[in-house]
């Protein structure tokens, strides 16, 4: 057995089961622990020294300055195969999908990679903070705010209250959604800057007589290391460090998508049927870990996702595996993850990224992204391969793949089957492809 095999081995034995019980401990000092000596912490509980860093996207002149090389890219190992069983037997119908493969997908990213969801999490309870009655851009609407509060009577050290805002097209009728992971209020960094130009997302959603609603992730879980005592995980962990196997912040902001689903079918201006979830950038990659798991979303816009999120893991392009183990993201995913910056490598992941596109089977699935020169930290390259190399489940299971194998031009609309996947030349944002995300939507959303 050679030393990659060994440590893999003796790190898969270590770490399957989880880690010590939360009770041996303690909790953290008052005012926490900060990102540095939680993450810290976590490599101490794997048995990790150091960890490869990440790369550069900034200093050209950096040692470890980013690749956007494309011959040096790669991928140059075989990527893990969905449709075969660990065993080497092939998966030969949707049976063996549904029934056994699938389920083996998700606890190996469950376990590896996001982590997992507390057997037993919070009850959450919905009011309305304010309701307005007004006509945006001609169409008369009900906007509301609601605030969902978990139950925190087991630790009140922790208070935690999911910030949502819905609006729907006055009338009657269950209706079309659009879930966003955004700011009810807007971005705060783009507080003060022009509006982007052409037309509001809202406003388009609005037209097609959808609804739409913006729940805000940083409501449920912090976006830092240091907020892990806080939020939906710190309240689940009574503020106490993560175990290896404990959910990161990107399971846990799907896991508040998950819950506005909920209050979204107690509401009868929503089918909640047909809602669709947006992100962009991580929270992209929160969109798709919501829809990798939670089988009731209809469609997805998976904007500028990148590392972690639609974009192949084994891809030397763009930013890299070991930047997000590193003490600035490590908080989106599990701890177990870090292993993967040291010692183990991304050759020895059991996942990637194209199976966590297939694990959104047979739903349709829009991948948005700007082009190389304007978005190229996200590999545009490595996430239409990711979609590719989901095609086969797709089509195991009687849906339409991506179409095509030739990375396609800019502009390029890739989009005739359940897959579709689109360069725009308007940088680090979903707002070009918008149009293009609603009409292949509504193919899904409009059905009866």
């Known amino acids: 057995m050679n030393r990659r095999a060994a440590l893999l081995g003796a790190a898969l034995a270590a770490f399957a089961g989880g880690s010590a019980p939360r009770a041996q401990t303690p909790p953290p000092a008052a005012g926490g622990l900060t990102a540095e000596q939680d993450h810290r912490l976590m490599l101490d509980r794997l048995g990790i020294k150091t960890l490869r860093p990440g790369v550069d996207g900034y200093n050209s002149a950096a040692p470890n300055y980013v690749n956007q090389d494309e011959a040096k890219a790669g991928p140059f190992s075989p990527l893990p195969d969905p449709l075969v069983f660990p065993d080497g037997r092939p998966v030969a119908t949707p049976d063996d999908w549904w029934k056994r493969r699938r389920p083996q997908l998700v606890e190996l990213f469950s376990r590896e990679e996001h982590g997992r969801v507390p057997q037993r999490t919070p009850e959450i309870r919905w009011r309305v903070v304010s309701e307005k009655h007004e006509v945006r851009n001609g169409v008369a609407v009900r906007e509301r705010r609601l605030a969902g509060d978990l139950d925190n009577r087991a630790w009140p050290a922790v208070s935690v209250s999911l910030d949502l805002l819905l609006v729907t097209p006055e009338g009657r009728g269950r209706r079309p959604l659009v879930l966003e992971f955004g700011f ?60 290896p196997d404990d959910w990161g912040a990107l399971r846990a902001w799907a896991w508040g998508a998950s819950r506005v689903l909920d209050f979204l079918a107690t ?3 929503v089918d909640d049927r047909r809602v669709a979830i947006e992100g962009l950038s991580r929270y992209g990659k929160a969109a798709l870990v919501a829809m990798a798991y939670d089988q009731r979303f209809a469609a997805g816009l998976i904007a500028s996702s990148g590392e972690g999120g639609a974009k192949l893991h084994r891809r030397k392009r763009g930013e890299q595996l070991e930047n997000l183990a590193a003490s600035g993201e490590y908080h989106w995913m599990a701890g177990n993850f870090l292993r993967y910056a040291g010692p183990l490598t991304v050759d020895d992941l059991p996942v990637d990224a194209h199976e966590l596109i297939a694990l959104c089977a047979p739903r349709p699935v829009f991948i948005s992204v700007g082009n190389d020169q304007a978005d190229g930290w996200v590999d545009s390259r490595g996430m239409f391969m990711a979609a590719v190399a989901a095609g086969p489940v797709y089509r195991l299971l009687g849906a339409r793949d991506l179409g095509l194998t030739a990375f396609p031009e800019p502009l390029t609309l890739a989009a005739d089957g359940e897959l579709a996947f689109r360069q725009h030349e308007g940088g680090h944002t979903p707002g070009p492809n918008w149009p293009y995300f609603l009409d292949f939507a509504s193919r899904y959303l409009e059905r009866p």
């Not at 609804?211 to 309240?235: E, K």
């Open 184 to 243: 009810p209020d807007g971005a705060p960094w783009l507080k003060g800057r022009p509006a982007p130009p052409g037309p509001d997302w809202r406003d388009l959603v609005l037209a097609r007589g959808w609804g739409y609603a913006i729940v805000d992730p940083t409501s449920v879980q912090p976006d830092n290391g240091a907020g892990l005592s806080r939020g939906v995980i710190g309240l689940v962990n009574h503020g106490r460090p993560r175990a």
């Open 267 to 269: 509401d009868p201006a």
